[in-house]
């Protein structure tokens, strides 16, 4: 086994993992401040990452099987399917699991983007392991931040009773198409979009923060 793909396996898999971690201490911030009711539900970060991982081979199969799509709504295309399919676990796990915080909300989404962008870049190592090893490094975050979007918008329309939740998941599949698109012009498009990802999804974070939800 060629020492270059070892190099870019443990890429794919640190990258995401190492984020992981840094969801995790959100996470044990958030219980630090919960009432000491709170303490014991946790938000089931494992259960939505694990889960992010299994979603992304039928979402994969789902992009395989769909008829060609020519122009740029094929890559609006494949990012709703991505971004509806990562969205599903931390979804039903808010629901099942009682989670009371927009900002658990989104350390679910995220967790479960985490996951899934996991997976998807092994099947990308296979295939490409000089794509996989820059998709480590831009597609991994940016799933992340996209589906804080995504889980900030769901977890204000739980949380605040207000219907932002489609929004939230139009700009999140809006981002991630010109990301998709962006590739075929220049590396500073997709670079570009991750940086913005970012700023709006610390920017939401904050805003989580100051709405008092713990």
């Not at 979603?55 to 992009?63: C, D, E, H, S, Y």
């Not at 099987?65 to 122009?71: N, R, S, Y």
């Not at 769901?154 to 932002?164: A, D, N, P, V």
Request: charged content about 10%; aromatic content about 14%.
């Amino acid at each position: 086994m060629p020492w270059s793909f070892v190099a870019h396996l443990l890429v794919v898999f640190l990258v995401p993992f190492f984020l992981f971690g840094w969801v995790c201490l959100g996470e044990k911030s958030i219980l630090v401040q919960s009432p000491r009711s709170e303490k014991f539900r946790g938000s089931s970060l494992f259960l939505a990452f694990v889960g992010g991982g299994i979603v992304a081979f039928p979402v994969l199969v789902i992009l395989l099987i769909l008829p060609p799509w020519e122009g740029y709504g094929a890559y609006l295309r494949v990012a709703a399917v991505e971004e509806v399919g990562k969205a599903i676990v931390p979804m039903v796990l808010v629901r099942m699991k009682g989670t009371v915080s927009i900002r658990r909300t989104i350390l679910l989404f995220v967790a479960s983007a985490l996951g899934f962008s996991l997976l998807e870049n092994l099947l990308f190592l296979m295939k490409d392991p000089d794509t996989s090893f820059l998709r480590s490094f831009t597609s991994v975050p940016l799933h992340g931040a996209l589906s804080a979007i995504f889980g900030f918008a769901y977890g204000f329309s739980r949380y605040q009773y207000k219907t932002r939740t489609f929004w939230g998941g139009l700009g999140a599949i809006l981002l991630h198409g010109i990301y998709n698109a962006g590739w075929e012009f220049s590396v500073a498009i997709p670079v570009g979009v991750l940086i913005v990802s970012l700023g709006i999804s610390g920017f939401l974070w904050v805003i989580a923060l100051r709405l008092g939800e713990t």
